[in-house]
């Protein structure tokens, strides 16, 4: 059994330098590497791990091969390590399911192409070795999003959700966060109350009195609203869907719109994908104006899989729920910034007022 204090016994690269050439030459078809240099990116745009940009150096050069390439492994400091290995497991979990399954399944072919992903559950090692998106466009965590482009999104969404639209095959996905589980809920409801008075006392100024309010009447009760009900219909969802995660391409690239940082997947209902991505990239009044095309629009991609057995009816059922999803890693992740941290309140001026859509859907009458 590998040791956790010997990264050299894991039999994958466990730092940026340990991926030479010759490994390299090994993980990739039909190439023979001689060369390869790393640049560390994505420091600051909240990726769990570290993150290096790859550009190896072929003895034959082929157009067909990658000419760059994402590296990703976990930080060195180990109490991170250990505090992120299980996004770290769900994210290479999903790679190993689905990164050669994107012929046949159109919700499969939204990630990046893996050319080698590896974990190891004692040492908190893991690397995925990923397609490099940066020809297309990419926000960051809190860019607003026009509405062409969210239309566009939306279907990605539809796309991807209807492959396993309560499908038995769900339940195989040991790696997935199962939402139908209330454990799930409780240890976010633990983290959720621990972290709330930090989180007002840093950020409360920047709520509404009546998002505060839902936001703080929430906390205890996140388990019996947030675990899916037996009756609701659910799906394998990417859980992180904001726009630093979403490369949109203008050429002729397929498909149109990519996402990347598969770490929060989860089974439960789609529009949580959904609502993730309003909260995050659309502003209040727009939202507003845009929120009923934009659900019709999630719904017609729907059917347009197969899914007819959903209506309008079902998914405002469910939306007002998920609007709730968004805070429940918002306010735990929000405590742990200061305000005099360096960007981080530029940054809550543009995320938090968002929540305003919890008081427009009544939210606080769930609970």
């Known amino acids: 059994m590998p040791n956790s204090s010997s990264p050299a016994q894991s039999p994958f690269p466990t730092t940026i330098e340990e991926m030479t050439p010759e490994w390299l030459s090994a993980v990739l078809p039909g190439a023979t590497v001689i060369g390869v240099s790393a640049e560390r990116i994505g420091e600051m745009d909240g990726f769990n791990g570290v993150l290096a940009r ?27 390590r250990a505090a992120q290995s299980e996004v770290f497991d769900i994210e290479v979990g999903y790679y190993r399911t689905f990164a050669n399954n994107t012929g046949a399944d159109s919700g499969d072919a939204i990630h990046p192409r893996c050319y080698f992903s590896a ?33 566009r999104i939306v279907d990605t969404l539809a796309q991807l959700h209807t492959p396993r639209w309560n499908s038995p095959e769900l339940d195989t996905f ?43 009447a929430f906390g205890p009760k996140i388990t019996d609203v947030m675990t899916v009900p037996e009756d609701a219909a659910v799906t394998l969802t990417h859980g992180d869907t904001h726009p630093g995660n979403l490369f949109l391409f203008d050429d002729d ?10 770490q929060r997947t ?51 059922r469910e939306y007002r729920r998920a609007l709730l999803y968004p805070i429940i ?26 929540l305003v859509a919890l ?5 606080g009458e769930l609970f």
């Open 54 to 80: 790859l550009t190896p150096t072929y003895e034959n050069p082929n157009p067909a091969l990658p000419q760059t390439l994402i590296a990703k492994i976990p930080d060195k400091e180990p109490a991170q």
């Open 266 to 316: 989860a089974v439960q209902p789609g529009v949580r994908d959904v609502t993730n991505f309003f909260i995050f990239s659309l502003e209040p009044e727009e939202r507003k104006q845009a929120e009923t095309s934009l659900l019709e629009r999630y719904l017609a991609g729907l059917h347009d899989g197969g899914i007819d057995d959903y209506r309008m009816e079902d998914l405002l």
């Open 359 to 363: 008081e427009d859907w009544n939210c």
């Open 253 to 262: 690239t397929k498909p149109g719109v990519r996402v990347i940082d598969w």
């Open 119 to 151: 974990a190891e559950p004692v040492s908190h090692d893991y690397v995925l070795l990923l397609e490099d998106l940066s020809h297309g466009r990419m926000s960051t965590f809190f860019t607003y999003t026009p509405v062409p482009d969210a239309e």
């Open 174 to 216: 040991e790696w997935a966060v199962d939402g139908r589980d209330p454990k799930v809920w409780h240890d976010r409801q633990t983290a959720y109350v621990a972290s709330l008075d930090k989180f007002f006392d840093s950020w409360g100024d920047l709520l509404q009195p009546g998002t505060r309010e839902i936001t703080a």
């Open 329 to 354: 890693r918002m306010v735990p992740m929000g405590s742990k910034f200061s305000p005099d941290t360096p960007g981080a309140r530029d940054a809550a001026r543009q995320i938090f007022p968002k």
